[in-house]
């Protein structure tokens, strides 16, 4: 077991444990550390706790020291230039031509370094731009090119919810996100309704697949055979979240169809027909989805 301490270094930004040694930090606190870009100043996102060696990306760096009140002033400062940097870069693209499109700016704590983050369609030649930027900071540079979805984040906006959007309020990191979740959880497959700002699927497909999951696995599927309480039936809908199903109960003639609980039936030994005479939903959906899913864009987690 090791003692860390979770650091991160942009409001809802992934979390970088690093040793703590001595040093006392709460969640809150802000510090100074040492990362393969150089200084950095964080902030303290998990207070001091112990966890599995396993757990740690080598190597593990040490906490430098708490930020003093000049070091809070010189990364305000930092913050400050970065914009000014920002308007300036901006003036030597259109300078330039170059097809690509500015996000963000930022300043390591020592001021070494300076990263800009740019998003474009295709690869770009920017040598000319990287001297001109170095000529004029008098340091080195940096442009790295991100993905759509790192530009939600680092932009912000709104969901569809109406909310604050999670990449950019709540989420450390990236997971990965695919049409399947969507199939899963019943929902239409439109693009509109289950894409987010930056045209992927949405992330907070993620957040319900696992109780999803572990609830089709006592929920009966559509057109299984069962044994009811009131005999033998065929589930023709069921309702994945509150654990139900509906029950064909009775033969052609004579039928019933009954709502329970999925505690209270049984999946029957009994064999489907191998000629089915009716479509039923997941089929449906099956066959949409062929032609659909080309319509989206599933994400990963290195995207």
């Known amino acids: 077991m090791i003692k860390v301490v979770g650091i991160r270094f942009k409001p809802a930004g992934k979390v970088y444990y690093f040793d703590p040694k001595n040093i006392k930090l709460d969640c809150g606190d802000y510090a100074i550390v040492e990362t393969t ?3 950095e100043f964080g902030e303290v ?14 190597p593990l760096r040490e906490v430098m020291r708490a930020a003093t009140e ?15 940097a920002f308007v300036l870069c901006v003036e030597k693209i259109k300078k330039h031509n170059l097809d690509m499109k500015l996000i963000d700016v930022e300043y390591t704590f020592d001021r070494n370094k300076v990263l800009f983050y740019f998003i474009s369609d295709s690869r770009i030649d920017f040598r000319e731009l990287v001297k001109e930027l170095a000529a004029t900071f008098k340091t080195r540079i940096e442009l790295r090119q991100v993905g759509i979805r790192d530009q939600a984040k680092i932009v912000g906006g709104l969901g569809i919810c109406g909310r604050a959007l999670c990449c950019a309020s709540c989420m450390g990191d990236f997971q990965p996100v695919s049409i399947k979740m969507a199939k899963e959880q019943g929902l239409t497959l439109n693009p509109t309704k289950i894409s987010g700002t930056c045209g992927r699927l949405m992330c ?14 006592i929920v009966p599927a559509v057109g299984a055979y069962v044994d009811t309480p009131e005999g033998k039936g065929v589930v023709v809908a069921n309702s994945i979240l509150r654990e139900t199903v509906q029950v064909k109960i009775g033969d052609d003639e004579n039928t019933d169809i009954k709502t329970f609980g999925a505690e209270e039936v049984k999946i029957s030994k009994r064999k489907k027909p191998e000629n089915k005479t009716e479509t039923s939903d997941d089929e449906t959906v099956a066959e949409f989805s062929e032609t659909a899913e080309n319509d989206f864009e599933e994400v990963s987690d290195n995207e």
């Open 204 to 217: 907070c497909l993620k957040y319900e697949q696992e109780a999803y999951e572990a609830a089709m696995k």
């Open 37 to 39: 870009r150089g200084i």
């Open 45 to 58: 996102a998990i207070a001091e706790k112990m966890i599995e060696d396993d757990e740690i990306v080598s």
């Open 70 to 84: 000049d070091d809070i002033k010189i990364h305000n400062e930092n913050v400050e230039k970065a914009k000014e």
